[in-house]
């Protein structure tokens, strides 16, 4: 199985350690800041992030250093330099994917660099280098980057947090003059925004919006335990998104006084890979950047301490709107710069230990009994100053006490008697594993992977020396990490001092809550408790005892025009096998499988237990195998899969490496003729369920969007919303495992797509061993229409709750129509027009929202219907201008058109979108199977590039006014139950 990611963000990045970076998806995007960094090197295993992370000097091992004091080395791969005043430069020739360039300018400089009358203008100044440049004035930037098919969010992205601001763009590189104009733009970021005093005064609009945007329950939460977090630390009030006193009245020059403070060369480094020639991109860098000056007397760039304390710190936060019970014991620790060979080995050595105390974790939780839903640990850098070891649960409401003593009787089970050799022997294989399977994919990390990686060496000094020699490393150092090297770790992690105790909890009548002093008293109670040692349990047989009787491959058909390179099988019992071979990535085989019906042809009756059903047999394990045995029997594969029961199919959906695509097989043979459906399984989900909705309705937003499904659907009772505890006790184990077996009794009429690195004649036997043998009985079925209607007239709903100052609005347009695959692609691409026009209005001229978004498109079954959504946040007042101004824009593109100019703007976006696509497994996956579901030529996947060349502005008018009738939309809006003045952040 997969290294365990136990990004659980359930833990402490909702509450404020990385929910503070203030991402900012420009002009209209969905935030993220979610640049993957592939090296299993650096920890994503743990909320904190960095467990594990290593930092490496960016010269060769020296060869005078011996032994495990040796530097560890540079990735020779990478160039990299530094110019006379100071800034750094990296350069790498990647492939993938073709013909794209990342660019990243990364700045060693943020909130924390604020004075108290500066908070927020490192996040303020990140969004001014939108808003006009030397080169690229007001909004000239944006349209020149839509232009090149640049999509917001995925290609154009930026990030502000305590200590840095990261800048990220990916370029085409197959037309001249690109990448010098993506060069020209990190140096007008770096040293040329405009800061034109309108623009300042718009962007303040739409930063209150971003602000607005994350109030609620967890942010009053946060601001009760985070001066306890960070006692005495600046930390504790320089939150990147700032006070809004600052933000809405700061002077024009406050803002470029900031950035010519810390916007200088001596704090920045450039970052280039992709397709690229490296000595020419060096030349221009060292031509054009060296012309940057730093300041003649610069400031002094200070790292910020998280001061320690003799005290356990306990904080116990409530708020009504909270949804969920969350503990955290947080251990801080002086931050380990990692540089040698032996703190390398070290980093493997954390690694291991949360494997196995998470893997202890899961397993008690997945007891029904259990008192949390959830727990987990990790070691790591949680800010640039300051390592810490946590522990954490999810506790259910009826036991919260119990989950907090659990969770730490686990940890001292581990302080007093460690591990032992079987879990070690199992983690060692898990990390060696992952660590195997980034080396196979060597040759196909994306650019933005390796932009990321060299992002993290500037700016945390992370590690940066290439797979290949991290691999001999890894399986140079794992032999000689024994047991009692790990079992002393939690002796030095598990500290009396400087530890943070954090309850967050719903405040309602007749909730027990811990007091400050009850959770003392529960810590102090732990020490004295005796706990026995772990007895690790686990089914030494084969997964699949005898192999079933092979059927065949009875009829074969190849597609090879215009290189499409598919295979169609015919089985022996009667089901078919689509493949495709692909080198899109190192190791990955795609599975996708699909048979017409699904819950939908059970009564209404059955409707909740059939929706279940799969779930609940997917927890129960396989086989002779339950879930905690099969976990563990499964360590050191890459592989998953898991059945599905929807409301018109069933089937599969799972992927492996090469090497693990007969255990693939194996567990889709006994998930179709070997399942289980264990009791504590079955209790287990429903005590969860219950959990997770028990006070979901409290959440404004989650109220919202639940009001606004059903009104969608006319209160249709197969679109139920959130589940009562009445409904999900409804559902019947036994009934679950009856309707199971009947989706999965025949397989004549199933669609097996494959796609990856495989050769078919190589796999034929494995298909036929474990597809071809599964039992047919030829029945004849589809799916039932279930009826679910829009509303036909317009609709509006205006909603009242929650505390903060902010308001969700939707305005939906959604109707049957007739499907064609011409019409859904007009569709898409009016969508995308009306985002663009609806972006421009609402964010940049009105400064009323952050990033509103429109989506929707065309569904094909159980009939054609259409739907185009708009969604945005905002300040209660600003509601009904807002939706007025959104009315405007559906009425404008309706009776002018899209412009010549948003028209070629996503006429290229989509060009480019399809051009990597043509490149990605999972995109083959999903459209082989609706080829084949609907009896379709798979060759008219190329038909796509036609449409986008033939589009015309008539499509896109024709396709809003067919599918957008103001006067049939459904419009939703939600306000604070009362008016409140604005919270400070």
Not at 403 to 420: D, M, P
Request: aromatic share 8%; proline share 4%.
């Amino acid at each position: 199985m997969k290294l365990k990611q136990w990004g659980l963000a359930l833990g402490l990045l909702l509450m404020g350690v990385a929910a503070c970076k203030t991402s900012t998806k420009v002009k209209g995007g969905l935030s993220s800041n979610d640049e993957q960094q592939n090296s299993p090197a650096q920890d994503t295993s743990s909320p904190l992030s960095g467990l594990g992370s290593i930092s490496a000097n960016t010269s060769t091992v020296k060869e005078k250093a011996s032994g495990m004091e040796a530097a560890l080395p540079f990735d020779e791969s990478i160039r990299t330099g530094q110019l006379e005043n100071g800034m750094r430069y990296y350069l790498r020739k990647n492939a993938k994917p073709e013909n794209r360039i990342e660019l990243r300018l990364a700045i060693d400089a943020g909130s924390m660099q604020e004075e108290d009358s500066q908070r927020g203008l490192a996040h303020f100044v990140e969004h001014m280098c939108f808003n006009g440049t030397a080169n690229f004035k007001k909004n000239e930037l944006v349209d020149f980057l839509e232009k090149t098919g640049v999509r917001f969010g995925a290609d154009l992205n930026a990030y502000t947090s305590f200590d840095e601001t990261v800048y990220m763009l990916q370029l085409p590189t197959d037309k001249e003059g690109l990448v010098d104009k993506g060069l020209v733009v990190m140096q007008d970021w770096a040293s040329a925004v405009s800061f034109e005093e309108d623009e300042i005064d718009k962007e303040r609009g739409v930063i209150l919006s971003e602000w607005r945007t994350r109030l609620g329950a967890d942010e009053r939460m946060r601001q009760v335990y985070w001066p306890k977090l960070f006692y005495n630390s600046r930390y504790a009030n320089r939150l990147p998104i700032g006070t809004t006193e600052v933000i809405q009245h700061a002077p024009y020059e406050r803002l470029t006084t900031f950035y010519k403070d810390w916007y200088r060369p001596n704090l920045m480094a450039l970052i280039v890979v992709g397709d690229i020639d490296l000595d020419e991109i060096e030349a221009k860098i060292k031509t054009n950047f060296s012309k940057m000056e730093n300041p003649e007397n610069p400031k002094e760039k200070k790292l910020f301490e998280v001061p320690g304390h003799k005290e356990t710190f306990v904080s116990v936060a409530t708020d009504k709107e909270a949804t969920n019970v969350s503990f955290q014991m947080i251990h801080k620790h002086a931050p380990k710069s990692i540089k040698t060979l032996d703190d390398f080995r070290s980093s493997i050595a954390h690694q291991l230990y949360n494997i196995m105390l998470n893997a202890r974790y899961d397993e008690l939780s997945q007891d029904p009994k259990a008192p949390f839903l959830y727990a987990g640990s990790g070691y790591g850098n949680y800010v640039r100053n300051s390592d810490a070891y946590f522990i954490q649960a999810g506790a259910k409401e009826n036991s919260i006490e119990e989950a907090i003593a659990l969770v730490l009787r686990e940890q001292k089970r581990v302080l007093e008697h460690g591990f032992t050799d079987t879990e070690l022997e199992r983690a060692k294989a898990e990390y060696l594993n992952y660590v195997e399977q980034a080396y196979r994919k060597r040759d196909k990390v994306t650019s933005a992977s390796i932009a990321g990686e060299c992002v993290s060496h500037f700016l945390q000094d992370a590690p940066l020396f290439g797979i290949e020699k991290e691999l001999q490393l890894v399986k140079e150092f794992l032999p000689s990490i024994k047991l009692k090297e790990m079992n002393a770790l939690p002796k030095t992690w598990i500290t009396k001092e400087n530890r943070t105790a954090i309850l967050t909890a719903p405040a309602k009548e007749g909730l027990k809550i811990p007091t400050e002093e009850r959770i003392r008293e529960l810590l102090a109670e732990n020490e004295k408790i005796e706990v026995e040692a772990y007895k690790d349990k686990f089914l030494d047989m084969p997964l699949l005892e005898k192999a079933p009787t092979a059927g065949k491959v009875t009829a074969q058909k190849e597609v090879k025009e215009k290189d499409l390179n598919i295979t169609e099988w015919t089985l022996s019992n009667g089901a078919k096998v689509i493949l495709k071979p692909t080198d899109f990535e190192g190791d990955q085989i795609m599975l996708q499988a699909y048979s017409p019906g699904g819950h939908s042809i059970y009564d209404i009756k059955d409707f909740l237990t059939a929706s279940s059903a799969a779930e609940l047999v997917n927890r129960s394990g396989v086989g002779q195998f339950d879930r905690i045995a099969l976990d563990k029997k499964l360590t050191a594969k890459t592989v998953s899969i898991s059945p599905y029961i929807s409301e018109l199919s069933e089937g599969f959906s799972g992927r492996s490496s090469t090497a693990d695509f007969e255990t693939m097989l194996k567990l889709l043979y006994l998930y179709a003729t070997q399942s289980r459906l264990d009791k504590k399984a079955y209790d287990a989900y429903l005590e969860e369920a219950i959990e997770q909705s028990r006070n979901a309705l409290s959440n404004p937003q989650q109220y919202f969007f639940n009001e606004y499904q059903k009104a969608l659907s006319q209160n249709h009772p197969r679109r139920p919303g959130l589940l009562s505890e009445e409904q999900i006790r409804s559902i019947d184990m036994n009934r679950a495992q009856e309707i199971y077996k009947e989706r999965f009794a025949d397989f004549s009429d199933f669609t097996f797509v494959l796609v990856g690195n495989f050769k078919p004649e190589e796999i034929k036997g494995q298909v036929e061993q474990y597809i071809a043998s599964l039992p047919s009985t030829n029945r004849k079925e589809n799916y039932r229409n279930p009826e679910v209607k829009f509303p036909a007239k317009g609709m509006t709903k205006n909603l009242k709750k929650g505390l903060a100052p902010q308001s969700n609005v939707i305005l939906s347009f959604a109707q049957e129509t007739n499907w064609s695959a011409q019409e859904a692609f007009k569709l898409d691409a009016a969508i995308s027009v009306l985002s663009i026009m609806v972006r421009e209005n609402l964010r940049e001229d009105k400064g009323g929202v952050y990033s509103p978004f429109v989506g929707g498109g065309m569904s094909r079954e159980p009939k054609g219907t259409s739907q185009i959504i708009v969604f945005f946040q905002c300040a209660p007042d600003d509601v009904e201008v807002l939706v007025e101004a959104v009315k405007e824009e559906v009425a404008k593109l309706q009776k002018e058109g899209p412009s010549e100019e948003n028209l070629e703007k996503v006429r290229e976006t989509k060009r480019r979108g399809l051009e990597t696509s043509l490149k990605e497994n999972r995109f083959w996956l999903g459209q082989l199977l609706n080829k084949y579901r609907f009896n379709e030529n798979p060759l008219s996947i190329f038909d796509k590039e036609k449409m986008i060349e033939e589009l015309k502005a008539e499509d896109i008018k024709k396709a809003i006014n067919q599918y957008a009738d103001i006067e049939k939309a459904l419009i939703m809006t939600i306000k604070p139950e009362k008016e409140v003045d604005n919270e400070r952040p």
